[in-house]
């Protein structure tokens, strides 16, 4: 198993000869790893058997706190992996072979060329020790770890919003039941956006997706949780107000990025901006209720704080 580098802080201690390490050898005791080595050489996956793959892998947490290993298969010495697998042993959830539902599902759902930016199932596995999903590789890297590991993480903002807002409205127009309903991913947000250069996205993690809810879910989740995610002056993070209102209240380079985002995503689907700011304020509104349950990853924010500044805002990114 070895270590990638997620963030600015460590890219450059990994970039120090002195800093620098051997890769770790997976311990004979990780479950995860055995049960995954396990239903790997069970058949051949795609043709490639288990004695040519190589494995990276690392553990990693999920945002309702479960432990997970995330393993990236190669053909032998290739440069690039083909495939990618989790595996966890919470059985409680099923989160991921509700993944793999999903992955079945919307790749019946969208045109051949949407399909191409979405993960293959290549595997899924489950018993008392715990579940495995494998899916197919796509190009890109997540637009989070490229906001956290750049030095200059502005440079990238805008290509984030333009290729989010072309690939989600084209997902959306390719799924819509009616005006607000169409289906929708569940966790839009930038470590689950993949890019390559400022060409169109692939998008990973379908756990969450739904046949039919409200557009409005997707659309707001990405720059909600970018925002709050964005550093600040040297690399801080902001508190979650202050994050907000950079994202949707003040003018700077982000809510300019925010705004086109908005802007690809109207012209594109036909929805006024005059129904984007109502449906904002309405979801803000309803995660405030004490029986909401919003998304995990944005569970903890101040959401009534959020309806108070936005009323309170001379102008929005929806003016």
Not at 8 to 23: D, Q
Not at 60 to 88: E, N
Not at 136 to 156: D, I, K, N, T, Y
Request: net charge neutral.
């Amino acid at each position: 198993m070895i270590s990638v580098p997620m963030t600015r802080r460590e890219r450059l201690l990994s970039a120090l000869p002195m800093m620098a390490r051997r890769p770790a050898t997976v311990p004979d005791s990780d479950a995860l790893m055995h049960l995954l080595c396990e239903v790997l050489r069970a058949e051949p996956l795609l043709g490639r058997p288990f004695e040519r793959m190589r494995v990276v892998a690392r553990h990693d947490d999920d945002q309702d706190g479960r432990r997970r290993l995330l393993a990236f298969l190669f053909d032998g010495a290739g440069k690039t992996p083909f495939a990618v697998a989790k595996v966890q042993s919470d059985l409680r959830n099923g989160s991921l072979q509700s993944e793999a539902a999903a992955l079945t599902n919307v790749h019946g759902m969208i045109p051949a060329e949407l399909r191409k930016t979405i993960p293959d199932l290549l595997r899924t596995h489950s018993d008392h020790r715990g579940e495995v999903l494998v899916v197919s590789a796509l190009p890109g890297r997540s637009a989070w770890q490229e906001m956290h590991s750049s030095l200059l993480p502005a440079v990238h903002v805008d290509a984030h919003f333009a290729c989010a807002a072309r690939w989600l409205a084209s997902f959306h127009e390719a799924t819509h039941h009616d005006d607000e309903t169409t289906a929708i991913h569940g966790d839009f947000w930038a470590h689950n956006i993949l890019h390559e250069g400022n060409r169109d996205v692939a998008v990973i993690d379908w756990e969450n997706f739904t046949p039919a809810g409200s557009r409005y879910i997707d659309l707001f989740h990405y720059p909600l949780t970018y925002g709050q995610t964005y550093p600040g002056r040297f690399y801080r993070q902001l508190d979650a107000e202050s994050a907000f209102a950079r994202t949707f209240l003040h003018e700077n380079h982000l809510s300019r990025a925010v705004r086109g985002y908005l802007d690809v995503y109207s012209a594109r689907t036909g929805i006024p901006r005059a129904s984007m700011a109502a449906a904002f304020r309405e979801l803000l509104v309803r995660n405030t209720a004490p029986e909401s349950k919003p998304h995990p990853g944005v569970r903890h924010l101040p959401w009534t704080r959020f309806v108070t500044m936005l009323d309170a805002a001379a102008e929005t990114v929806f003016d």
